[in-house]
């Protein structure tokens, strides 16, 4: 078994920042690509930014400039720095994370986490 958990979302007025951070944990070898996606009401999920074992990133054209990914391997720990934050970033994120098990069938495996609610809004 192995899940991710997403923490650090909350309320936050515009122009504001806020740090989420997915930690992945259980039956872990190695982790591939991790990322963040996030999904408004009435909208479908959608990508935020990603992070390569590597270290190379990919972000929505939306949040370029403003959001940063970051990844700790040893903390199998994914971060998102959120600065200038605007009303339209309010989001539920979820963490997505590409696992290598240690228990058969020993492949990769793409696990999401549950969410975390950010609100942007004065």
């Not at 054209?61 to 009303?87: C, E, H, W």
Request: glycine share 12%; hydrophobic share 35%; net charge positive.
């Amino acid at each position: 078994q192995v899940q991710v958990v997403e923490s650090g979302g909350g309320l936050m007025q515009p122009g504001g920042s806020l740090r989420l951070s997915c930690a992945a944990s259980g039956s872990i070898v190695s982790i591939g690509t991790m990322g963040w996606y996030r999904q408004a009401p009435g909208k479908q999920r959608e990508l935020v930014a990603i992070i390569m074992a590597g270290g190379s990133t990919n972000y929505a054209d939306s949040v370029k400039g403003r959001f940063t990914i970051s990844r700790d391997n040893a903390k199998n720990t994914v971060y998102l720095q959120m600065n200038s934050l605007k009303p339209e970033d309010t989001a539920a994120y979820y963490c997505n994370a590409n696992i290598f098990m240690a228990i058969p069938p020993h492949s990769y495996r793409e696990v999401w986490g549950q969410g975390t609610l950010v609100t942007v809004s004065s």
